[in-house]
């Protein structure tokens, strides 16, 4: 059964109506997209969560609290995020 959002490990009230916001409704379905496309999306669609909002989905994914994720996971999670995000956003001229 899928958990509600404000159940879910890292994320609260705040985070559950960004989440929300973008379609995503359940644990089950921030899993099927993954935390870095779940965070791009609620960047595009003017949220602009910061990157302790990545973490924070990246743990509740993984069931950790995101403090729990090593330093080098972490950098690497914000790393392909960025990098993600980089290529998603049309370069201004």
């Known amino acids: 059964m899928a958990e509600r959002l ?3 490990v890292n994320i609260g009230p705040a985070l559950a109506h960004d989440l ?12 099927e997209l993954g935390a870095a496309e779940a965070w791009i999306r609620m960047h ?6 910061c990157l ?3 973490l924070a989905l990246e743990g509740a994914v993984r069931g950790v609290r995101w403090m729990q994720i090593s ?3 972490r ?3 914000v790393i392909a995020a960025r990098e993600k995000l980089a290529a998603a956003t049309p370069a201004h001229a």
């Open 6 to 8: 404000e159940d879910v």
């Open 20 to 31: 929300r916001a973008i379609g995503i409704t359940d644990l089950d379905a921030l899993r």
């Open 44 to 49: 595009a669609s003017g949220c602009h969560d």
């Open 52 to 54: 302790s909002s990545l």
């Open 71 to 73: 330093a080098a996971d």
């Open 75 to 77: 950098d690497a999670v």
